[in-house]
């Protein structure tokens, strides 16, 4: 069975950093593209982020690019989101979601991490 | 960047009634277009993907059609588990997103 455990949410101020984890687990990690999916309090979903299988390639939504990283540890089976210069517009609720076989719909998502940006 | 509209915002229905979701994308997304169902405090659930398969346990009851630039999700018969926000997703461009939104409430 497939999980998706995400972690590393709190309450941060402006400008400083953040690091989420995802630990998955029930499928073979490497073999799937994994995203960074958000949605703050009330709000719609926004992607953010997408690492490819491999790590090799990486894609971000403007709003945070240049400020956050995705990276993957294929041996720990666990996505990681960098969350660097915070903003009070990048609170929401985290989600990590896995990619269905060979396309960018997400087949499976994690329960959310909340992170708050205030002073 | 590819904008998903989602209409109407919300729709009030009756239990057992139907209920059709539209979704229309600024550029053609070809078939790359999923829908999902996220109830309060959850995660959303994928539906549909491809524009028309259902995903795995989703009932029949659920169906997408459409392609190019404007989908459609239908409810045959709305049951108390599917009032719920419905989602469409493109997958066709970079960046990936979604629409705002459908509220389907209790009539």
């Known amino acids: 069975e497939v999980s998706l455990l995400e972690s590393g949410g709190g309450l941060v101020q402006p400008g400083e950093s953040l690091r989420l984890s995802c630990a998955a687990s029930g499928f073979a990690f490497t073999s799937y593209a994994m995203s960074w999916v958000r949605q703050a309090p009330g709000k719609g979903l926004e992607w953010v982020s997408l690492?490819?299988?491999?790590?090799?390639?990486?894609f971000y939504a403007d709003s945070v690019k240049g400020r956050f990283t995705i990276s993957r540890d294929n041996s720990k089976n666990t996505l990681y989101l960098q969350m660097n210069s915070l903003r009070a517009e990048d609170t929401a609720v985290y989600y990590c979601?896995?990619?269905?076989?060979?396309?960018?719909?997400?087949?499976?998502w994690g329960k959310g991490t909340l992170v708050i940006v205030s002073s | 960047e590819t904008v998903m509209t989602q209409s109407p915002a919300t729709l009030s229905v009756s239990p057992g009634e139907g209920a059709t979701l539209s979704c229309r994308a600024s550029?053609?997304?070809?078939?790359?277009l999923a829908w999902y169902q996220q109830k309060p405090g959850q995660a959303p659930r994928l539906l549909i993907f491809g524009a028309s398969t259902r995903a795995t346990g989703i009932p029949a009851r659920f169906s997408g059609s459409g392609s190019g630039t404007e989908f459609t999700l239908t409810i045959s018969s709305l049951q108390s588990e599917d009032f719920a926000v419905y989602y469409c997703q493109q997958y066709n461009n970079w960046p990936l997103t979604f629409g705002g939104g459908t509220k389907v409430e209790i009539k």
């Open positions: 979601a896995k990619s269905q076989s060979g396309y960018h719909n997400f087949d499976y």
């Open positions: 550029q053609s997304v070809r078939s790359n």
């Open positions: 690492i490819s299988g491999g790590g090799g390639s990486t």
